[in-house]
Structures are given as structure tokens and as C-alpha cells.
């Protein structure tokens, strides 16, 4: 008996070591890009008087409105209600990391203020877009989020595969119409520019470079392409047997699914085969599937 019992606590000890790592990681980027709002938040939007969308963009109307009231303690109190939202629909991994974001992010925005020199409204309103941008990206390529709106992005992204930015403008786009009420139309509309770059760079830091593109390929020379599709980019290709429409001759179409930074060795590959092929590349929103594929890991 005590022999299992120490075996099994042996066992327990290896797996945690095993996740520390994992763990410290993950926290990392969670602090890394807390850090990175706080400074925009703190450097920018609040000397600026400018607004926000989502649980940052209310606590910070409830901050201008009552100033004594502490901008981190009116996010983390708003963010409580919306953690049982996410551990019923995201799942506890997500859900425990999210929660250590939250006081990561509640203590960021109490205790970093960096002055950020730039006086220029616009200029102020892109500048805060871009680090904002980039320290919710980084907070999202972690195993959680800092809370607010990340949360209901991820469910969103799961449920109805709409893209993180995409869920956050249209949320934060739904407070600037209450807060453009509450303050001038000029400050709503320089916020508005703030959050499309936010949006924006939030898509690029997620998805990124890891974007995948699906491309139809149609040419005489189907077979060679194919193959070498295969043996030097290593991708697997579909062939879609299809039909001229003028021409009523039979044709092979080849479809396939790479990286971004594949395409462009892709096209070079397909043009040297046949300067003549008729190529489509498009956009895919997510890709399920080993190797290739790229959903988040939420």
C-alpha cells in the first residue's frame, strides 16, 4: 500500500515538472502582453481622454465618469460575471489561465504607466491600436486571455469560426455608439481608429504567418505539378476531375492547402511547369488536419 501510494505521488511530481515549463510559458506571455495594454492604456488612452471597447472600454467610462474609482479595479470586478461564461463554454484549461490573466492585466494597468511621447490625437489613436494590437495577440497565443471581450472571442471563434478581431470590432464597435453618447463624437471617432488597428494587428499576431492558403491549380501538365507538390514542398494535392465550359474538354484540377510562406515557392514551381496554368489562391479562415492545419488551441 505505501509503495503505490509513493509510486503514485512519484508519478503526480513527474507530470507537474513535465507542465512547469508549459506553465511558465504561457504565463509569460500573458504578463509580456498585459504589459504591453497597460502601457497603451495607461500612456495613451487615459491622457488622451480617449475610450475603449469591451470590459477595458467600460471600465474606463466608469473611471472617467468616477475618477476616484480605480481603472483596475473596476476591470477586474466587471470581469467576474464573465469568467462563468467561460469556464462553461471554453473549458478549465483555458479558464484557469485566463483567470491568472486577469489579475496578471488588473495589476499591469495599477502599477506600469509609461508616458508615451506622441501629442498628435491620430497619431496617439494608431500608436495605441498597435501595441494594444500586439499585447492581446500575445496574450491570445497563450492557453488563455486577460478576460474581457478575448473571452467571448474564443467562444465566438469556437462555436461560429469568427475571427478574434472580427468579434472584438463588432463588439467595441456597439460601446462606441453608447459612449459617443455619454462623451464628444471626436473622441468616439478617434477610439474607432484605435480599435480598427487594434483588430487588425490582434488578426496578425494570431493568425499571422501561420495563414493558410487554398490553391486550384489547372493546366496540361497537372501530373508534374503535382508531383512536385508533393515531393518538394510536401503537401498533399486533390485532383478534381472538372469540365471546360467552352471548350466541353475534360480537365484535371488540383487542389491543395499550404502555409503563406510556401506561396510564393509555389508559383515559382507552377510557372516554371507551365507559364500558362490558370492559378486561384484564396484566403481560408481555419484549417483542420495534421501538419497543415492551424486552429487555435483554445
Not at 471581450?149 to 460601446?175: E, M, P, Q
Not at 501538365?221 to 507538390?229: D, G, L, N, V
Request: net charge positive; aromatic share 10%; proline share 3%.
Amino acid at each position: 500500500m505505501a509503495s503505490k501510494i509513493k509510486g503514485g505521488i512519484s508519478k503526480c511530481l513527474r507530470g507537474l515538472s513535465a507542465l512547469l515549463p508549459q506553465m511558465l510559458w504561457n504565463l509569460s506571455l500573458i504578463a509580456l502582453g498585459s504589459a504591453l495594454c497597460a502601457m497603451a492604456v495607461n500612456g495613451i488612452l487615459v491622457p488622451r481622454q480617449f475610450l475603449s471597447g469591451g470590459f477595458t472600454g467600460v471600465a474606463l467610462i466608469i473611471h472617467y465618469l468616477l475618477p476616484d474609482l480605480p481603472l483596475s479595479g473596476i476591470y477586474f470586478v466587471l470581469n467576474i460575471p464573465n469568467y462563468a461564461v467561460g469556464w462553461r463554454f471554453v473549458g478549465s484549461r483555458f479558464f484557469l489561465y485566463s483567470v491568472a490573466g486577469m489579475f496578471i492585466f488588473s495589476a499591469a494597468i495599477q502599477f506600469i504607466h509609461v508616458p508615451l511621447p506622441v501629442y498628435d490625437q491620430l497619431l496617439s489613436a494608431i500608436l495605441a491600436g498597435i501595441i494594444v494590437g500586439i499585447g492581446s495577440g500575445i496574450i491570445l497565443k497563450s492557453l488563455g486571455s486577460a478576460g474581457g471581450t478575448d473571452i467571448l472571442s474564443v467562444i465566438f471563434l469556437k462555436i461560429f469560426s469568427i475571427r478574434l478581431g472580427s468579434t472584438i470590432l463588432a463588439f467595441n464597435s456597439i460601446i462606441l455608439v453608447v459612449s459617443a453618447l455619454l462623451f464628444s463624437l471626436e473622441k468616439a471617432l478617434y477610439t474607432l481608429i484605435y480599435l480598427y488597428i487594434t483588430s487588425f494587428m490582434v488578426n496578425l499576431v494570431v493568425t499571422g504567418l501561420s495563414q493558410r492558403k487554398a490553391v486550384y491549380i489547372i493546366s496540361p501538365k497537372w501530373k508534374e505539378i503535382s508531383q512536385r507538390i508533393m515531393e518538394e514542398i510536401q503537401r498533399g494535392v486533390t485532383i478534381i476531375r472538372g469540365q471546360g465550359g467552352f471548350s466541353g474538354r475534360e480537365q484535371q484540377i488540383l487542389y491543395t492547402v499550404i502555409t503563406f510562406r510556401e506561396l510564393s515557392r509555389l508559383k515559382q514551381m507552377v510557372k516554371k511547369e507551365d507559364p500558362e496554368a490558370f492559378v486561384v489562391v484564396t484566403e481560408t479562415l481555419e484549417v483542420m488536419g495534421q501538419r497543415v492545419g492551424n486552429q487555435p488551441h483554445w
